[in-house]
C-alpha cells in the first residue's frame, strides 16, 4: 500500500524555521505534483504550496517569500522549509500528491506546527 509519510513539525518560536519532510512508501508509477497544505482549527485545509515534476512551483500568498519547497523525484520526497514562522502558521500540515492520470489524491497523516509568539 503506497502511504505518504511525513517527519518535522513541533513547536517554535515566532521567527523561528522549521522543516517538513515528506516519502512516498511504496511502489509508486507517476507522481504529477507534490506539495503541502495546512489546516488550523475551526478552518478549512488550505494549499501551502506545490512542485510539479519539472520544477515549477507556486505558494500561498500568504508564505511568499518565507516558505520554499522541493522536491527529489529520484527518492519521491518533498520538503518543505519554513522560515520567518508567525502564530498564524500554527497548523496540521499534510502532504500530498497527485498520482496517475488522474491526479488521484494521496495525502499523508499530518504534522503539527505550532508557533508561539
Known amino acids: 500500500q503506497v502511504q505518504l509519510v511525513e517527519s518535522g513539525g513541533g513547536l517554535v518560536q515566532a521567527g523561528g524555521s522549521v522543516r517538513l519532510s515528506c516519502a512516498v512508501s511504496g511502489s509508486i508509477s507517476s507522481i504529477n505534483y507534490m506539495g503541502w497544505y495546512r489546516q488550523a482549527p475551526g478552518k478549512q485545509r488550505e494549499l501551502v504550496a506545490h512542485?510539479?515534476?519539472?520544477?515549477?512551483?507556486n505558494y500561498a500568498n500568504a508564505v511568499k517569500g518565507r516558505f520554499t519547497i522541493s522536491r527529489d523525484n529520484a527518492k519521491n520526497t518533498v520538503d518543505l522549509q519554513m522560515n520567518s514562522l508567525k502564530p498564524e502558521d500554527t497548523a496540521v500540515y499534510y502532504c500530498?500528491?497527485?498520482?496517475?492520470?488522474?491526479?488521484?489524491?494521496?495525502w499523508g497523516q499530518g504534522t503539527q506546527v505550532t508557533v508561539s509568539s
Open positions: 500530498h500528491a497527485a498520482i496517475g492520470v488522474s491526479n488521484y489524491a494521496l
Open positions: 512542485i510539479f515534476r519539472a520544477g515549477t512551483t
